[in-house]
């Protein structure tokens, strides 16, 4: 069974930074595509930053614009979102996930999903 599980979250005030964390479990994450998905309230889920196992290329969502970067470490089976100089509109709940073969950063494609965890930034 596969499971993915983030920590991490949490509250912070702008400019503040946070990591992120992801687990997977039931699968070896070494060749999989792996991504950071955000849902706010009241919008769409929308990619952060994703890592297409196709190409090995890394897409950023616009809005990142040098502050976030995603990583791996395949010895623990973890992926991460490093976040920096955070604005109040990064707020949401975070998820991670991860596929098989995925070509981009669009939600479309990613069937393994963690069940999200709340980044609040305050004002």
């Known amino acids: 069974q596969v499971q993915l599980v983030e920590s991490g979250g949490g509250l912070v005030q702008s400019g503040g930074s946070l990591r992120l964390s992801c687990e997977a479990s039931?699968?070896?994450?070494?060749?999989?595509?792996i991504g950071w998905f955000r849902q706010a309230p009241g919008k769409e889920r929308e990619g952060v930053v994703c890592?297409?196992?196709?190409?090995?290329?890394?897409y950023y969502g616009t809005f990142v614009k040098g502050r976030f970067t995603i990583s791996r470490d395949n010895a623990k089976n973890a992926f991460y979102l490093q976040m920096n100089s955070l604005k109040p509109e990064d707020t949401a709940v975070y998820y991670c996930?991860?596929?098989?073969?995925?070509?981009?950063?669009?939600?479309?494609?990613?069937?393994?999903w963690g069940q999200g965890t709340q980044v609040t930034v305050s004002s």
């Open positions: 039931g699968l070896t994450l070494e060749h999989y595509a």
């Open positions: 890592i297409s196992s196709a190409s090995g290329n890394t």
């Open positions: 996930a991860t596929e098989p073969l995925a070509f981009t950063c669009s939600e479309r494609e990613y069937d393994y």
